[in-house]
């Protein structure tokens, strides 16, 4: 159906600064009208009093694993989990064989997202060839394809020689890069964040210098060039405060953080249970408190989940052998909302602002607003849902939370991408 009428929802939307019941009319993929007592014939009209009308979520990064690793995931299935979760655009990380290193494979992934028909796919491209961080990528080529960045996420670019010419290749093209910090000499053989509880567990620890080394090297590369830098997946305190440091200079850096690194601790680790195993791994109590309170001061710009599936085949290994990454498109809103909305801490608006139009902003997309005559990409939110996390209703292919059993307050309860209803949950 060409019109689809939202009537009565708590309508949010902090790039126009709305907080308020409205009715939203969206016609034609465009959001149409906004306002009170709207009439629409010919349209869906649907009652969304009680629920939040928000602009359609964005996550930007995300590893959706084809091709390649369709074990884990597909572009379809990952799309499918995204809009259960309320996202209504991901962009995906280039650690797929073959890498998303040229266009053919940027085109393989857009035509695989057409098809799936859910959420809106946008790819990350490779920095390096084959991501192993000898020699450049064809940049140009990659944003010819209509990749919005580009990312080693995985591995680090150890030449900073090397990262330099990226940075300012990818300026020229109007491109940015994503920067997975991390030094793999100095996190060699760890599991775990490197402190008591490694060393109670006996396990490989992975210490906080490894991240914070490399924030600042590549903080210190794009104040030199004047370039834009982002920080991914940030988990230390002493990351934090470098790049609060560094937006106070003027440099142009923007990072991410990840709900499990806001609402886990290395004490989750206790129990071996090696879906709390992750890249970088979950740190201190005090690094907890300050990702979020990086995430309220607006150093930290925007939340991103990082989702990582893997079979559980693979996951079902001693912790050391198991693989790094957690699965988080489908529980992330949930989090958000029953740790920070409803205890206060953190306004619906704020919420928008960190899932939805600062990623926009940050990606450069036409995105993550409702006002009139954008595109209709909206989340729409029931704020006082309650459910548990199971296994059984993850539509991911892999199952690998480390938030299985945990109750949580607001969920999403339709997504709509470019005036589609792509997900609605059924009574």
């Given amino acids: ?158 030449n900073s020689e090397l990262l330099r010419r990226a940075m300012e290749y990818a300026s020229t093209f109007g491109l940015f890069i994503i920067s997975h910090c991390e030094d793999p000499w100095l996190a060699a053989g760890g599991s775990v964040n490197e402190g008591a509880v490694s060393t109670r567990l006996g396990l490989g620890g992975i210490p906080r210098v490894a991240e914070t080394v490399m924030v600042s090297r590549d903080i210190a590369l794009a104040a030199y060039l004047g ?74 710009d925007c939340v991103a989940t990082d989702h990582a599936p893997h079979a559980e085949m693979e996951k079902d290994v001693e912790y050391d052998n198991a693989p790094f990454g957690v699965t988080g498109l489908e529980t992330a809103v949930g989090l958000m909302f029953t740790e920070l909305v409803d205890r206060k801490i953190i306004t619906v608006s704020r919420l928008a602002e960190k899932m939805s139009l600062n990623p926009a902003r940050i990606l450069g997309l036409n995105r993550g607003t409702l006002k009139e005559g954008s595109v209709a990409d909206i989340t729409v939110i029931d704020p006082k849902a309650e459910w548990a996390v199971r296994v059984e209703d993850f539509v991911s292919l892999s199952k690998n939370s480390p938030f299985i059993d945990r109750k949580l307050k607001g969920k999403a309860v339709m997504t709509i991408v470019e005036g589609k209803i792509v997900y609605e949950e059924k009574d």
Avoid: W
């Fill in 1 to 158: 159906m060409d019109r689809i009428l939202l009537k009565n929802g708590q309508m949010v939307c902090p790039a126009g600064g709305i907080d308020e019941i409205r009715d939203l009319l969206i016609e034609k993929g465009k959001i149409v009208k906004t306002g009170k007592n709207l009439k629409a014939e010919s349209a869906r009209t649907i009652d969304a009093s009680g629920k939040l009308v928000l602009p359609g979520f964005i996550d930007m990064h995300v590893h959706l694993r084809e091709p390649g690793f369709e074990h884990k995931e597909t572009i379809e299935s990952g799309a499918r989990a995204a809009v259960k979760g309320g996202f209504t655009s991901v962009c995906c990380m280039p650690n797929t064989e073959p890498v998303i290193d040229n266009q053919g494979i940027v085109e393989l992934v857009a035509t695989r997202a057409r098809e799936a028909g859910l959420a809106s796919v946008y790819c990350i491209g490779a920095i390096t060839r084959g991501r192993k961080g000898k020699e450049l990528s064809d940049i140009g080529e990659l944003k010819a394809a209509g990749v919005l960045a580009l990312s080693d996420d995985g591995s680090e670019v150890l």
């Fill in 227 to 300: 370039a834009k830098i982002h920080i991914a997946h940030i988990s230390c305190a002493e990351s934090v405060d470098m790049v609060r440091a560094a937006k106070k200079a003027g440099v142009k850096v923007t990072c991410e953080c990840a709900p499990h690194h806001m609402f886990l601790t290395e004490e989750a680790v206790l129990g071996y249970n090696t879906n709390t195993k992750v890249n970088p791994p979950l740190r201190t109590e005090a690094d907890r408190q300050a990702v979020l309170s990086g995430l309220l001061d607006n150093t930290i």
